[in-house]
């Protein structure tokens, strides 16, 4: 037994010396010499909707000017379907190695869930938030001849005529639908929601006095408000829109405790190690100090925001709460 022992004894004292030395070689220095090493190749962006909107608009002119600064390139992917939810789990499902990075938007980081959808990851729980892409508000206007042309005109009449206006939107538990119906519990008044495919057949309709109002984006919209086709009575945000610097907000309207805004975050997997995160969220923090990227979000419509990795957080984990109030006050189900 005791040849056994020494036999056994110096195989034991190299495991136990291999551990140490891959314990070494893996603690501390290693999470910033990839951070230094990263990015060494391309860096692939996933936006959750079709080319053209406002979300792919924000991801693409953040991505060129980002690349720049991590000097690689920074590939857009335009991955959509189900409200947002098919590209974004892609992003939470993939290697938290820095490379596949999402924009997600208010619906599919804050509504999707507390509406009953089943997305196929937890937003709260499998997703890591690098930075805040920018923001838009919201137009509610009404058709030309509906006759309120403020927020107080607007109530009055709902008040006189319950459930007999109707308001449109981009579909059932849209941004658009759950901003009206939190706006109609704060001011005590029923309209009937039409859901509508899209913010431009939704136009169409408000123009064509098809619909007593609409929640609307506002990009491609001011100019039928400045043409006398629809009026405006607010927008939704906390400041008013450069493109409709006369229209008041919804808190200056009267509606005090109300604000609701089209936001995106830059998100990465679960993971992620938090150099690399950093060192993505520096880079996003550049493109938003950039004037090229000022000039072409006012040019949509959108407003630049900076936020680190933890004000992120902090920003997400306060909207989904928010929302997940709205959501079970006003009893929206998913459609």
């Known amino acids: 037994m005791a040849s056994v022992s020494r036999l056994m004894r110096p195989t034991r004292l190299a495991c136990a010396a291999s551990a140490l030395a891959f314990v070494a070689a893996t603690a501390g220095p290693l999470p910033i010499a990839v951070a230094q090493d990263f990015p060494a190749k391309p860096i692939t962006l996933i936006i959750p909707f079709p080319a053209g909107g406002a979300t792919d608009i924000a991801g693409r002119v953040l991505a060129e000017r980002m690349a720049i600064s991590l000097k690689q390139?920074?590939?857009?992917?335009?991955?959509?379907?189900?409200a947002g939810a098919i590209g974004i789990k892609a992003v939470a499902t993939a290697a938290p190695d820095g490379y596949t990075l999402g924009v997600s938007g208010v619906g599919t980081t804050a509504l999707l869930e507390p509406l009953g959808r089943n997305l196929g990851f937890s937003p709260g729980n499998d997703l890591n938030y690098v930075g805040h892409m920018g923001s838009s508000a919201m137009l509610i206007a009404t058709k030309s001849d509906l006759g309120a042309?403020?927020?107080s005109e607007?109530?009055?009449?709902?008040?006189?005529?319950p459930e007999q206006l109707t308001y449109g939107t981009s579909g059932i538990g849209s941004p658009g639908h759950l901003a009206m119906e939190w706006l109609l519990l704060e001011a005590g008044i029923k309209i009937l929601h039409l859901p509508y495919r899209g913010n431009a057949p939704l136009l169409n309709d408000l123009v064509g006095k098809h619909a007593d109002l609409g929640v609307l984006t506002i990009p491609g919209t001011s100019d039928q408000v400045k043409a006398g086709n629809i009026v405006p009575i607010a927008v939704t945000g906390t400041a008013r829109?450069?493109?409709l610097p006369d229209v008041p907000t919804t808190r200056e309207a009267g509606i005090r405790d109300f604000a609701a805004e089209l936001w995106n975050v830059l998100v990465a997997p679960k993971g992620t190690p938090q150099p690399?995160?950093?060192k993505i969220s520096a880079a996003l923090a550049e493109a938003m100090k950039d004037p090229g990227v000022h000039a072409r979000f006012k040019a949509n419509g959108l407003v630049p925001e900076t936020m680190?990795?933890?004000?992120?957080r902090v920003f997400v984990d306060t909207e989904r709460a928010k929302w997940a109030d709205v959501v079970r006050k006003s009893g929206v189900k998913a459609d």
């Open 241 to 243: 829109s450069d493109e």
């Open 149 to 151: 042309k403020s927020m």
């Open 308 to 312: 680190t990795p933890a004000e992120t």
């Open 73 to 82: 390139a920074i590939v857009v992917d335009n991955r959509a379907g189900a």
């Open 154 to 161: 607007l109530i009055a009449l709902a008040r006189s005529k």
């Open 276 to 278: 690399i995160v950093d």
